[in-house]
């Protein structure tokens, strides 16, 4: 708590007479004892625990004592005023004493009555200042009691203050986040504004890009209405060179399909047996020199070749051997253009008639190919495309109120024995199959598997097991040779409830083992056995065909299992087609030439008009 200021008041009090000193005392003296009197003793009106004043020095007996009375305030700076003053008066006081000595006379000590006179007026004179202190002091105290009342009010006030400042300063830094936020933004802005500006002058420029392009794409569209008037003019030519060419397309298959049918009854009407030839391709692609095609005329083939003079005398002598079939092949020439040729042939099976076709050929000249083939599409040979016509077209017949059933077999002459390719039991618990004619000149084998097929996939997987129980090798002359002939047949049984009609024919399809030579084949062992055992049945073919086309009355049928097995092909009531296969190579030109010259005497075989069998 601070101090209040201070109050002093000191009075100094003379004698009231001179005449009370003595006579002929020293005013000297009196002056030093008056200035000798004590200090007055300070009083102190606050809150806390009063100073403690000075001990005033012992007052000489008979001289004056002054009291003074001292408020301590509550500020250093007041007081060092009040010290101030009250040193000033202390200093006037020798004056005034002086004055007092020198102005009244001193009484003598016998008056006593003036002296207590004397007495009395200072006693009333110290009344009179302490009644002017203590109202100066009461009115300190109210002072001081303003003054607190003051400072409370004040330390209210500066609570109030600093809390309203911390409440400002709280403002303050919110404001101050509200200022950085209101900077971020301000930048922002600012960023914003100056994409802004840019997006302008780009929107202007897509403006003018767009202006233009408008212009360019209303020129586009008068372009655009031209072409699409020219391309619907286009269009109507296009759809009437369509329909001119489907046109010329179906009369030119009509006209195919007439050729075809008109040859196939000159055919049958010669009742010869159709030879077509096909020309394997090099391994390398091609076609050999000595064998020479007519672009013009798909029925010849020419061989040519040139021999050196064993003398050397004579020049080189050139010999063409020319050979005309039904149709040649040539090397380019695809399963599918193959087997369209024959379609009409196998289609005929199921008009009652009974068609073989069979392919006949050196080993390693394509004649499985041409049978078989590959498994994928394009490459199916004749056996697979013949099931699928089979098939589809007596879906067809279907409608029309047909109804037909299939059984197949499949046979193979090994060695001059029968063996069954459909055959899934074990191999030493084979039976014996035996070949047995039939009335109407047909044949039959005992034990064999006939197995009713209801569809193309049925039959695909016969052929399939039969490939794999196949009698195969390598040789010298072809990487996988077939060491036996196969015959496939599938007997075929039409009925026709409506009209009371009733069909039955066989579909046979044969691939021939390929015909060797020793010196090329180079065969030792079985394969010398096997070479051997196809050669001959090759040789009994030849002579049944020879007596055939020479009409000899007995046909020796029975020197061989494949001849006797295709009896009823070669010399009864069926639709015959052979397949010669050559090979392109020039060292197999010997071959190539015994089989065309065989081809030749097949071809000139008359075995009689095919007639149907229907009831």
């Keep these: ?288 020199k000595h064998i020479q095609l007519t672009p013009n005329d798909n029925t010849t083939i020419k061989l040519a070749k040139t021999e050196e003079s064993h003398t050397g005398k004579t020049a080189d002598t050139h010999k063409n051997y020319n050979f005309s079939f039904d149709r040649v092949f040539g090397p380019q020439a695809s399963q599918q253009e193959v087997f369209d040729e024959i379609s009409l042939l196998v289609q005929s099976a199921l008009d009652g008639y009974n068609v073989c076709c069979f392919a006949y050929g050196q080993t390693g000249s394509g004649k499985t190919y041409t049978m078989e083939g590959d498994e994928f599409d394009q490459t199916r040979g004749v056996i697979p495309r013949a099931v699928q016509q089979i098939f589809k077209a007596a879906a067809k017949l279907g409608e029309q109120g047909w109804e037909f059933s299939f059984t197949a077999s499949f046979v193979e002459i090994y060695n001059e024995t029968l063996r069954d390719l459909l055959f899934t039991g074990k191999a030493g618990k084979r039976p014996e199959y035996e070949i047995r004619k039939m009335a109407e000149n047909g044949v039959t084998i005992t034990n064999l598997t006939y197995t009713r097929v209801d569809c193309e996939d049925q039959v695909l997987g016969l052929i399939a097991l039969a490939n794999q129980n196949r009698s195969t090798a390598q040789t010298v002359q072809n990487d996988r040779s077939s060491r036996s002939h196969s015959v496939f047949q599938l007997d075929i049984e039409g009925a026709n409830a409506g009209r009371d009609v009733k069909c039955k024919s066989t579909l046979c399809l044969v691939d021939l083992a390929g015909s060797e030579r020793m010196v090329k084949s180079q065969s030792q062992g079985d394969r010398f056995k096997e070479m051997t055992a196809i050669n001959g049945s090759l040789s009994h073919l030849g002579i049944v065909i020879t007596a055939l086309a020479n009409k000899e009355s007995y046909i020796p049928y029975r020197n061989s299992k494949l001849t006797y097995l295709l009896q009823g092909c070669l010399g009864g009531n069926s639709k015959t087609l052979m397949f010669v296969n050559i090979a392109p190579e020039p060292d197999s030109f010997g071959e190539t030439l015994n089989s065309l010259r065989f081809a030749s005497k097949v071809n000139e075989c008359i075995i009689g008009t095919a007639a149907a069998n229907r009831k």
């Design 1 to 288: 708590m601070s101090r209040l200021p201070v109050m002093a008041s000191k009075r100094v009090l003379a004698s009231s007479s001179v005449e009370n000193v003595p006579e002929g005392a020293p005013v000297q003296k009196k002056i030093r004892n008056d200035l000798d009197l004590p200090k007055p003793a300070a009083t102190v009106i606050g809150t806390k625990r009063p100073q403690t004043a000075t001990r005033p020095p012992a007052v000489k007996p008979g001289r004056s004592a002054v009291a003074a009375t001292v408020a301590v305030g509550p500020s250093t700076g007041v007081r060092m005023a009040s010290m101030a003053s009250t040193t000033a008066k202390e200093v006037r006081k020798p004056t005034s004493t002086n004055a007092a000595a020198t102005g009244a006379p001193r009484r003598k000590a016998w008056d006593l009555k003036g002296r207590v006179s004397d007495m009395e007026g200072k006693i009333f004179n110290y009344q009179t200042k302490l009644r002017t202190i203590t109202q100066e002091n009461d009115t300190l105290k109210e002072s001081l009691t303003q003054e607190r009342t003051t400072r409370v009010e004040l330390a209210s006030e500066v609570r109030r203050q600093k809390s309203q400042i911390s409440e400002y300063k709280n403002e303050l830094e919110a404001f101050s986040g509200v200022r950085e936020e209101l900077d971020k933004v301000s930048s922002e802005r600012n960023i914003i504004q100056k994409q802004l500006t840019n997006l302008e002058g780009k929107y202007k420029v897509m403006e003018t890009l767009r202006d233009s392009q408008e212009v360019e794409l209303q020129t586009l569209k008068m372009k655009l209405s031209v072409q699409e008037s020219t391309l619907t003019r286009l269009q109507e030519e296009a759809r009437v060179l369509r329909e001119t060419v489907a046109q010329q397309k179906d009369d030119l298959y009509a006209g195919e399909m007439e050729r075809r049918r008109l040859h196939n009854t000159v055919q049958e009407l010669k009742g010869n047996i159709r030879v077509f030839c096909r020309v394997r391709p090099l391994v390398g692609g091609g076609l050999s």
